[in-house]
């Protein structure tokens, strides 16, 4: 690897390196932009302050794409009446939420549509799952 | 036998600095130094971008799980030192939170200090902050006891070692975080209403 290579490394890994966890919504999202992907789990990731899955779409052009799936923590999808084994990996989800502000292949995951027709929430105020009280 | 090591070339030994230099940054932990203490005159700005968030965002990364294909992996400490990292992580947001309950504290640097998200309309400003907490302090305090109790919990699972504990304890952070924020720093305007599937799925992008 050439030094050049070598250097130009550390402002790549600047690009990725992951941004502060919180913003408001409206920070991070874009609410005029709604998105709604079909795809399979290919990965969950189950932390806090958000869980990710993230979801292999196929484009319009034919293309698959990975998009990452933003969501509450554990304890948050828990209130939202979430249980285990709601989602797993390979199975085709359909996903509502906003994208992100800075075009990445991201969204604020609000209302996802599992396979056997069940609708369960992403834990983002105002989504209308089981406890939010966003709007009174 | 084998000769010694030779020293390496300055090329490859700045290049070996710069990587360690991107790794450590992609760990979030060179741009926002981690401070284990306070210094008395620190902001609420400073105590945020220095001890708040960058020992939450350790925390809460320290301890989760990841599906894949592949299998499921737990991830948490997996020995002594480093759970006493998790529990060192801990009193530092305790030392954060309690460094917010002193009176007075500044909220920026300066009376002019742009905070995190000042591009994003309503982001509130830090003279706005600054009169919000003027106006109640208690109500202040109160969001940084409630900081305060939950990192308490967090250090409480990390020297019993308790992987769920800790997850619990950091949703308590993150939700202490989060209701401090939309009460002083995030934009007032009510949550984005999620429409019903069928008129969603009329005006959504389809990738």
Redesign the interface.
């Known amino acids: ?1 050439k ?1 050049a290579h ?2 130009a ?6 690009t ?3 941004a ?8 991070e999202f874009d ?1 005029k ?6 795809g399979k789990i ?8 958000h869980s990710y899955f993230y979801l292999e ?1 196929a ?2 052009d034919g293309k698959t ?1 990975t ?1 990452a799936c933003e969501s509450g ?4 999808l828990s209130r939202r009446g979430w249980k285990k084994g709601d989602v797993k ?2 199975d085709t989800l359909i996903v ?1 939420g ?2 992100a502000k800075d075009g990445a292949h991201l969204i604020d995951a ?2 996802l ?1 599992l396979p056997d027709g069940r ?1 369960i929430y992403g834990g ?5 799952g089981p406890g939010d009280n ?2 009174g | 036998m084998t000769a010694p090591p030779s020293p390496a070339p300055f090329p490859r030994t700045l290049a070996s600095a710069l990587i360690t230099l991107a790794l450590a940054a992609s760990a979030g932990v060179w741009l926002q130094p981690l401070r284990a203490a306070t210094p008395a005159s620190a902001s609420i700005q400073q105590t945020m971008l220095t001890q708040i968030d960058p020992a939450s965002d350790a925390l809460w990364a320290s301890v989760g799980t990841v599906e894949t294909a592949r299998g499921t992996v737990h991830r948490a400490p997996r020995s002594t030192a480093g759970w006493q990292k998790v529990s060192a992580l801990a009193d530092t947001l305790v030392a954060g939170a309690r460094h917010l309950q002193r009176p007075g504290v500044p909220v920026g640097a300066t009376a002019h200090s742009r905070l995190a998200d000042a591009d994003t309309p309503g982001t509130r400003t830090a003279p706005q902050i600054a009169a919000d907490i003027r106006a109640d302090p208690a109500r202040f305090v109160r969001h940084a006891k409630a900081l305060e109790q939950a990192a308490l919990s967090a250090r409480t699972a990390a020297q019993r070692h308790n992987a769920e504990g800790l997850i619990s304890a950091g949703a308590a952070i993150d939700a202490a975080c989060e209701a401090c924020h939309a009460a002083y720093w995030y934009p007032r305007t009510p949550p984005l209403t999620l429409p019903d599937p069928d008129h969603f799925g009329a005006s959504a992008r389809h990738p």
Not at chain 1, 9 to 14: F, S, V, Y
Not at chain 1, 20 to 27: I, K, Y
Not at chain 1, 42 to 49: A, F, L, M, Q
């Open positions: 690897m030094l070598l250097m490394l550390p402002l790549a890994l600047l990725v390196a992951p502060l966890a919180h913003h408001s919504f409206s920070a609410g932009k709604p998105v709604r992907l079909v290919s990965k969950i990731e189950w932390t806090n302050p779409v484009g319009r794409a998009w923590g554990p304890g948050a990996i390979g509502d906003y994208l609000r209302r549509k609708q983002t105020p105002g989504d209308g966003a709007n």
